[in-house]
Nanobody
Framework: QVQLLESGGGLVQAGGSLRLSCAAS????????MGWFRQAPGKEREFVAA????????YYPDSVKGRFTISRDNAKSTVYLQMNSLEPEDTAVYYC????????????????WGQGTQVTVSS
């Protein structure tokens, strides 16, 4: 059974930082491209960051580029999202996903999802 368990969310002031973690089990982690997406109330789930199976490639949308960093530790079957210079617009539930593709920015490429972790940025 595949499980993805996110942690690290919380309430932070604008300009602050948070580090999200996603621990995976039930699959060979190093075979999966991993991604982070977020969903704000009333909005669609949107792409935040993706990392290739080896960790050698990463993708970000312009909205978070330079502020967010995705990384992974295949020995620990864990993917991370370091978020700096947080803005109120970053407030959302953050989800990690696992994909059989090497790396993808597309929501449909991810077959497995965690339950999400809430990030709230106050102004």
């Amino acid at each position: 059974q595949v499980q993805l368990l996110e942690s690290g969310g919380g309430l932070v002031q604008a300009g602050g930082s948070l580090r999200l973690s996603c621990a995976a089990s039930g699959r060979t982690f190093s075979n999966d491209g991993m991604g982070w997406f977020r969903q704000a109330p009333g909005k669609e789930r949107e792409f935040v960051a993706a990392i290739s199976q080896s960790g050698g490639r990463t993708y970000y949308p312009d909205s978070v580029k330079g502020r967010f960093t995705i990384s992974r530790d295949n020995a620990k079957s864990t993917v991370y999202l370091q978020m700096n210079s947080l803005e109120p617009e970053d407030t959302a539930v953050y989800y990690c996903g696992a994909s059989s593709q090497v790396i993808s920015t597309r929501l449909s490429a991810y077959a497995y999802w965690g339950q999400g972790t809430q990030v709230t940025v106050s102004s």
